[in-house]
């Protein structure tokens, strides 16, 4: 079986951002840049399945930029065998990406797809759910727990809901996004990052892929959040219910 | 006064002064150097800092590591014996992806492609990114960057924006007043080093180089006899009790037949080797002296903004006894740097560098330049004041050590970018001819003494020293060397007391009040520290050791009133209470910023700087 694993190249977690003056999106310029942290719990997870033996081969693919490969070499690193670059200077939205990894994965046919909940720059939570819509396969999302029977062909896989934990059975081939229990993603070591170097990145275009990238929506403005204001005390009751109502308009 | 004083050169020294002018071209080639005591032992040496060049008798040889004083210590072991570590050889080994590590890998790659040879140069950087760790003014002298890649001109480079004035403001706390400046920095570019060191690594992967960010050398190794043959990466996945996490991964053996460190200030490993190696004793060297540098960058209003425009300040917010000052470069994109360097042999354990920074950033006449911007990014650093005093021996057996982790700042230009990378292509021809040529890496230090470093070094060594007597008598001594003297005097003044050795006792000095942040020109330490994106994963053990862990509260804080509480500018040390209401240090490894300032100025010496796991640190981008 092969598994599908999407990456995503994301400002780094620990980065102070700040909003562009032309307020068109975020300043990424000079900015670290890292692997999606779900997308390497993702990735984790693929290769952990691939050693347990459920899986031959671990294909990692990215979406984006030509540094794009950088991030992919990470992948490589930490065990996938060979990386998919899909070169573009534009952002896409998730469901331009679901397209995307739709028409990968009809041509990669894996048995399973593993993507990151959400991408830490968005959080959108769109994109694995998309695919899996598009491809007409089942999902698992918010996956914290990921059991395979090869026999049966089916995944049975626990999600952090929102009231708890919910466990669900899917036919393979399925779409599964992880959440952060699921496991501890692996150090790439300096072995393994000289190693992939050699391992192959095949590079295509959305024109190869037959995708039409067109998207419904346009970005017109990024603010950064309103400053906190700072908290007022109030001295009875009435003052309390007279601000909630006139000023906070809540009540 | 003749304490800082060395003794005048007796006639005698001076005749053989002016031999060495005629000996030093007829000097044998050195011998390729073979860890045998074959070549005899040296007399003792008397101190011979007073003239210039040295004499040859000192370096012929290296001091012979006989088995008498050395044993095959902890950190010591033989290639063979370790099991389970992978190892890695190449032939040069550079620790440090800085500007002198990265002019080290290019001038090396450069000679084997001049000479059709084949070397492998491996960088490691404990930095997530090439350049994540570099911080500095930074006001480029590109004069050894010429020599280096002399067609960076031509090219789309980092550096772009020329010096277009150089400014010198006295200020007291309500003026800035005018005086001339001793600066002049006609030909040099307001830069940032962390973006200048990116494209130098650039530059260094197009020629070969393998540079792997993200690994922290935390080992030296050494073979049987007591040649440094490498270093080993930080084992990562270890949690803060010791054991090994899921995914814990071991570190690795990086061999090279030449290691070169290129640490930066206070180079943890590099501090090490000039310990086990004796490397200051070696050439009569004083101890290094160091400042701390706290510096912003800030995004400034288009109507403020002069780019090129340089400016130092002295005076106001330090006081006359503690050496310092402020600097204010505007670099393109309405970026300016501001920062404050205080020297670390400050007097009043009280003083916290980080808020007399705040401080400074109230003088109106900074205020102005300031109002209406925002703070981009936050970082801090130590940065070497020795000089030519302090400079060790930079080879030792199996390798050199290059750029601030030998310590090539010219103190009174505030520059040592460019002496690093030059202190860096030199080792890296040495390196060159040791593996292809068999000569010796003696030649580094032979090539450094006869370069425009050492003539530069030399004829800035009093600057600093002066600075004992004071701000007045050092300014007069200063524009005494500027105007007048410029080096060429028959002595070398003295460092005084070592940084750690010159804070007093809490109870002899006063505490000093410091206004709180205001939020908008000044801020606290936590937000400042938000805006260095420093991290380090939590769960690792603390990555700064206590050599004794009793003496901070035996110590520290009853003599000293806790002084690592208010150097540190990342907020790591803390004193809380515990159950019984008694102080308690608490070190928050994560906030570190990999200044080195704990590591210099902790009174007992008590504190060592460890590198933590590779990757973790600051993210510094346009510092």
């Not at chain 1, 399925?174 to 095949?202: E, G």
């Not at chain 2, 990265?102 to 001049?114: N, P, T």
Request: hydrophobic share 35%; proline share 6%.
């Amino acid at each position: 079986m092969k598994i599908l694993v999407a990456v995503k190249r994301v400002v780094d977690y620990a980065v102070k951002i700040r909003v562009k003056p032309d307020k068109t999106g975020v300043d990424t310029q000079n900015v670290k840049m890292s692997m999606n942290p779900f997308c390497e719990i993702a990735l984790e997870e693929a290769l952990r399945i691939k050693e347990a033996g459920f899986a031959k081969e671990v294909v990692a693919v990215s979406i984006g930029p030509s540094q794009c490969v950088d991030t992919l070499r990470t992948g490589l690193a930490m065990g996938a065998d060979r990386g998919i670059h899909v070169e573009t200077n534009t952002s896409f939205l998730p469901l331009t990406i679901a397209k995307i990894l739709k028409s990968l994965a009809e041509v990669e046919n894996p048995g399973l797809i593993f993507l990151g909940k959400q991408a830490i720059d968005d959080d959108c939570n769109q994109t694995g759910q998309m695919v899996a819509a598009l491809l007409g396969w089942p999902q698992a999302t918010f996956a914290s727990k990921v059991v395979l029977d090869k026999d049966k062909h089916i995944a049975t896989v626990d999600r952090e809901v929102d009231g708890g934990l919910e466990t669900l059975c899917v036919d393979l081939p399925a779409v599964i996004t992880t959440d952060l229990r699921l496991n501890q993603p692996r150090y790439a070591s300096l072995p393994n990052i000289m190693k992939a170097k050699s391992k192959p990145i095949k590079k295509m275009t959305v024109q190869d892929l037959k995708v039409d990238v067109k998207s419904d929506i346009e970005i017109l403005e990024v603010t950064e959040p309103p400053k906190r204001k700072s908290g007022v005390m109030v001295s009875s009751v009435d003052e309390l219910i007279e601000k909630l109502r006139n000023e906070a308009h809540v009540v | 006064m003749h304490r800082f004083l060395v003794k005048l050169s007796s006639s005698n020294q001076f005749r053989s002064f002016k031999n060495h002018r005629l000996l030093l071209p007829l000097l044998p080639s050195s011998k390729p150097f073979t860890s045998s005591s074959s070549v005899s032992s040296s007399p003792p040496r008397q101190s011979n800092r007073s003239g210039y060049p040295y004499s040859v008798e000192l370096f012929r040889k290296i001091s012979p590591l006989s088995s008498n004083s050395r044993t095959l210590g902890v950190n010591g072991r033989s290639i063979s014996s370790e099991a389970g570590r992978e190892s890695i050889e190449y032939d040069v080994l550079i620790v440090g992806a800085g500007p002198a590590g990265l002019s080290a890998a290019i001038r090396l790659k450069q000679l084997s492609q001049e000479k059709n040879v084949d070397l492998s140069v491996c960088v490691v950087e404990k930095g997530a990114e090439v350049g994540g760790h570099i911080i500095s003014g930074n006001v480029f002298e590109p004069v050894a960057l010429d020599e280096l890649l002399p067609h960076w001109r031509q090219e789309h480079t980092p550096i772009e924006i020329p010096a277009s004035s150089d400014k010198f403001w006295f200020l007291t706390k309500d003026r800035a007043i005018s005086l001339p400046s001793p600066f002049d920095n006609k030909g040099n570019y307001v830069i940032s080093l962390s973006q200048l060191v990116r494209w130098l690594g650039g530059k260094a992967e197009e020629l070969g180089t393998e540079i792997y960010p993200g690994f922290s050398a935390s080992e030296v190794l050494y073979d049987a006899s007591d040649k440094l043959v490498g270093i080993a990466t930080k084992d990562m996945g270890i949690s803060k009790d010791g054991s090994k996490k899921e995914n814990f991964q071991p570190g690795v053996d990086i061999k090279g037949r030449v290691t070169l460190f290129a640490e930066g200030c206070r180079g943890s490993l590099s501090e090490r080797i000039i310990k086990k190696y004796k490397l200051r004793e070696e050439v009569n060297a004083q101890h290094q002296t160091y400042a701390l540098g706290i510096k912003e960058v800030w995004e400034i209003h288009e109507s403020k903004h002069n780019p090129g425009e340089v400016v130092h300040t002295l005076g106001w917010p330090l006081e006359p006894k503690t050496y310092g000052g402020s600097f204010l470069y505007h670099m393109n994109d309405r970026q300016v740097a501001l920062g404050l360097v205080v020297a670390l042999n400050y007097h009043n354990p009280f003083l916290n560098p980080y808020e007399e920074f705040q401080k400074l950033k109230h003088h109106p006449a900074i205020k102005r330049i300031l109002e209406g911007g925002t703070v981009l990014q936050y970082g801090a650093r130590t940065l070497n004041e020795g000089g030519f005093q302090s400079i060790p021996y930079p080879v030792f057996p199996g390798g050199a050590i290059i750029g601030c982790s030998a310590g090539f700042l010219n103190v009174p230009k505030i520059k040592g970018t460019h002496t690093a990378m030059k202190s860096g292509m030199l080792a890296a021809e040495a390196a060159f001819g040791v593996l292809h040529e068999g000569i010796n890496m003696n030649t580094y230090w032979d090539n450094l003494k006869d370069s425009w470093v050492w003539k530069e070094l030399y004829a800035a060594r009093n600057y600093r020293p002066a600075f004992e007597y004071g701000l007045l008598p050092g300014m007069a001594v200063s524009a005494m060397e500027h105007y007048v003297l410029k080096g060429k005097v028959p002595y070398t003044l003295k460092h005084g007391k070592a940084d750690h050795e010159a804070t007093n006792h809490a109870r002899k000095c006063t505490p000093i009040e410091y206004p709180k942040p205001d939020g908008v020109f000044s801020f606290d330490v936590p937000t400042s520290l938000y805006r260095s994106n420093t991290n380090h994963d939590h769960d690792q053990p603390s990555h700064l050791r206590l050599r004794d862990p009793k003496i901070p509260e035996k110590v520290n804080f009853p003599e000293y009133a806790a002084p690592e509480s208010r150097y540190c500018p990342a907020r790591v040390y803390e004193y809380v209470e515990d159950e019984e209401g008694k102080p308690k240090l608490q070190i928050n490894a994560q906030n570190c910023l990999h200044c080195k300032a704990c590591d210099i100025k902790d009174p007992k010496q008590n504190i060592e700087w460890t590198v933590p796991e590779g990757g973790g640190g600051p993210a510094y981008s346009l510092m």
